[in-house]
């Protein structure tokens, strides 16, 4: 029966989008990052990635590629970076479906950046990583 189904609550885990300079030190970009602030490592670790929302003066629908990157594993007290992202997608809902599992479990969250919220105002150091961005 569906009430005897464990669904593991996922703590510790998050996602960050950084605000960074590129290779080069010439430009800015923006990478996204899941991070592992659990004292132990997660295993296999997949995330999924889409945006989706409307365009506000046409009313039309947008959505994007579905994206899947297999991280591996990640440390304890650590960070993997899952994609670049791109200020043109800023105006849409973006999501980031992590998998991963831990002691024989899967665990499994979403975790959604609403449009317009991954803005200078709403950034804040990121712990791990001591950078700018905003972390859900």
């Given at each position: 029966m569906r009430k005897d189904i464990e669904i593991p609550k996922v703590e510790g885990v998050s996602v960050a989008v950084v605000k960074e300079l590129n290779d080069e030190k010439t430009a800015e970009v923006y990478n996204v990052y899941v991070l592992n602030q659990k004292s132990v490592q997660i295993e296999n670790v997949l995330v999924a990635s889409k945006g989706y929302g409307e365009n506000k003066t046409t009313g039309e629908?947008?959505?994007?590629?579905?994206?899947?990157?297999?991280?591996?594993?990640?440390?304890?007290?650590?960070?993997?970076?899952?994609?670049?992202?791109?200020?043109?997608?800023?105006?849409?809902?973006?999501?980031?479906?992590?998998?991963?599992?831990l002691d024989g479990k899967m665990y499994d969250k979403k975790y959604v950046f609403?449009?317009?919220?991954?803005?200078?105002?709403?950034?804040?150091?990121?712990?791990?990583l001591e950078q700018s961005g905003v972390m859900i």
């Open positions: 629908k947008i959505k994007t590629s579905i994206l899947r990157h297999f991280i591996g594993n990640v440390e304890g007290n650590s960070y993997a970076k899952i994609e670049p992202i791109v200020e043109d997608v800023f105006g849409i809902s973006n999501e980031y479906w992590v998998s991963f599992s609403l449009a317009e919220t991954i803005i200078d105002d709403n950034m804040k150091t990121i712990p791990i």
